[in-house]
């Protein structure tokens, strides 16, 4: 047990002490939200992986009831449903590394196991945008869907290296007005947008996957510019 579990338990705020950080929504929402899953996790003397568990399972919940219910259930509550499911996914994720780095039980499986899911439920979110686009769209390009894709899963490979010594961000400002600008690219912000448009306006959902596909796709291209001219200063 870590120094903070050997006079007391620890609080939500222990746990939020130790969060990874990440965009402004994420900060005042997700990695609270986090923190108190934390708590009642430790409490019950679960592992962080069940944690880990229980963010793909909620998050394979939200992508299938958007896909099965389209057409069959109302798009207002596919989406809140949805919605509330993404957004409690998430907090999970980010208390599955508060609770392992309170109680010192991080792991190279952990990680592994936590990337895993990741990437199982990137693919779901894909595949539920996809299917509303699909049904309020009349023929969407194929190449589109394929972009969505692509330029969804830079979020993971992106979070992937900004961890460790070397982790860097592109704009280190902390400036209100442009963590405010980030937003577009905070998971917690953008599946909670996801979410609204699947419920209010799911004939936008194109859109969405045009504009998401646009931001990644030049933020990948100036990620690599940047570190291309970073790497040609250091060799």
């Not at 909620?58 to 499911?85: H, M, N, Y």
């Not at 209010?200 to 969405?208: H, L, R």
Request: glycine fraction near 10%.
């Amino acid at each position: 047990m870590s120094a903070v579990d050997a006079d007391r338990l620890p609080s939500a705020a222990d746990f939020l002490a130790t969060n990874r950080g990440g965009g402004l929504y994420t900060m005042a929402v997700s990695q609270r939200l986090g923190a108190w899953s934390a708590v009642f996790a430790h409490r019950r003397g679960y592992a962080p992986t069940t944690l880990t568990l229980g963010n793909l399972v909620l998050g394979l919940a939200a992508a299938a009831v958007v896909i099965a219910g389209q057409g069959r259930v109302s798009s207002v509550l596919i989406g809140l449903v949805a919605t509330l499911l993404w957004q409690f996914a998430y907090a999970l994720d980010c208390g599955d590394g508060q609770l392992a780095r309170v109680t010192g039980r991080t792991s190279a499986a952990g990680k592994r196991i936590d990337i895993l899911c990741d990437v199982a439920l990137q693919i779901a979110l894909v595949a539920a945008v996809a299917t509303v686009a699909a049904r309020h769209t009349p023929e969407p390009p194929v190449w589109l869907t394929a972009a969505f894709a692509g330029t969804w899963l830079v979020n993971i490979v992106t979070s992937l290296l900004q961890q460790g010594e070397t982790a860097q961000s592109l704009i280190a400002s902390g400036s209100p007005v442009i963590q405010v600008i980030k937003l577009i690219r905070d998971y917690g912000a953008v599946v909670l947008g996801i979410g609204l448009v699947i419920a209010f306006v799911p004939q936008w959902a194109i859109w969405g996957m045009v504009a998401f596909s646009l931001i990644n796709g030049v933020f990948l291209l100036v990620s690599i510019v940047a570190t291309a001219q970073a790497s040609s200063r250091t060799t």
